[in-house]
């Protein structure tokens, strides 16, 4: 079930049966897609599980934490990466790919810990993960490919960073005593997809002047909101 999960990251393989001209059309508007994705996993999948088991004081204390961090993060990388202002790929293409694979390791660590308790509701609690895994993973595959990366490496890179789920699973499955650390790294990952969507992939959706486009550009990040509240709703 985590490598199912895994090929959730191959989302982004419809692309190639679009031109390259029809899906720079598109991919604007599946960014903006991608920040409503992000923002509706951290608040209504990371954060309630990381209070839960944490908290609201250490999950607020750890989710600043992830936010400072990605923001570090992101800054040695434009440093090493990006000259005289220019970026072939952006550093916010490496933060989503490093987010990503800290939740999919979460991820399989949950489905391990589920099939101990029994296989059919390791089987249930696996396609409820994969139901708000498809749609980030569609959004991630567009900001990867908005960022700079090929289509052919954004594909190759969303899949390795997807597969951390099986790393995760077996994690789970042969220290599950241990796994009582991985709620600290909920509200981290929370708050690097917070910090991805808010300071990256908002300012760069909204650089443009069409009133028309930028009500679209909502709708997209509402429409992404609302897949992951319904995926949350079905999770129970």
Same mark, same amino acid.
């Given at each position: 079930?985590?490598?199912?999960?895994?090929?959730?990251?191959?989302?982004?393989?419809?692309?190639?049966?679009?031109?390259?001209?029809?899906?720079?059309?598109?991919?604007?508007?599946?960014?903006?897609?991608?920040?409503?994705?992000?923002?509706?996993?951290?608040?209504?999948?990371?954060?309630?599980?990381?209070?839960?088991?944490?908290?609201?004081?250490?999950?607020?204390?750890?989710?600043?934490?992830?936010?400072?961090?990605?923001?570090?993060?992101?800054?040695?990388?434009?440093?090493?990466?990006?000259?005289?202002?220019?970026?072939?790929?952006?550093?916010?293409?490496?933060?989503?790919?490093?987010?990503?694979?800290?939740?999919?390791?979460?991820?399989?660590?949950?489905?391990?810990?589920?099939?101990?308790?029994?296989?059919?509701?390791?089987?249930?609690?696996?396609?409820?993960?994969?139901?708000?895994? *498809?749609?980030?993973? %569609?959004? @991630?595959?567009?900001?990867? =490919? +908005?960022?700079?990366?090929?289509? #052919?490496?954004?594909? !190759?890179?969303?899949?390795?960073?997807?597969?951390?789920?099986?790393?995760?699973?077996?994690?789970?499955?042969?220290?599950?005593?241990?796994?009582?650390?991985?709620?600290?790294?909920?509200?981290?990952?929370?708050?690097?997809? *917070?910090?991805?969507? %808010?300071? @990256?992939?908002?300012?760069? =959706? +909204?650089?443009?002047?069409?009133? #028309?486009?930028?009500? !679209?550009?909502?709708?997209?990040?509402?429409?992404?909101?609302?897949?992951?509240?319904?995926?949350?709703?079905?999770?129970?």
């Amino acid at each position: 079930m985590t490598f199912l999960n895994g090929c959730l990251g191959l989302a982004g393989v419809f692309s190639f049966l679009i031109s390259k001209k029809s899906l720079n059309k598109i991919l604007i508007f599946l960014v903006s897609f991608s920040i409503g994705a992000l923002l509706g996993g951290a608040i209504f999948h990371l954060l309630p599980e990381s209070t839960e088991k944490l908290g609201i004081g250490i999950t607020g204390f750890l989710t600043i934490t992830g936010f400072l961090l990605f923001l570090l993060i992101e800054t040695v990388l434009h440093w090493h990466h990006c000259h005289d202002g220019e970026c072939k790929v952006h550093p916010f293409s490496q933060l989503i790919l490093f987010g990503d694979g800290i939740h999919n390791f979460l991820d399989g660590i949950i489905i391990a810990s589920s099939f101990l308790v029994s296989v059919p509701f390791g089987i249930i609690t696996s396609i409820l993960i994969m139901s708000h895994e *498809l749609p980030q993973e %569609i959004g @991630d595959f567009a900001v990867l =490919v +908005f960022g700079g990366l090929k289509r #052919k490496k954004a594909l !190759a890179y969303n899949f390795l960073a997807q597969l951390t789920a099986v790393f995760g699973g077996i994690f789970g499955y042969l220290f599950l005593n241990a796994t009582n650390y991985s709620a600290f790294l909920l509200p981290i990952a929370a708050g690097g997809f *917070l910090y991805i969507s %808010i300071t @990256d992939l908002v300012p760069e =959706v +909204f650089k443009e002047n069409s009133m #028309k486009r930028k009500a !679209a550009h909502v709708i997209f990040i509402i429409l992404g909101l609302l897949l992951l509240i319904s995926a949350k709703i079905l999770a129970g």
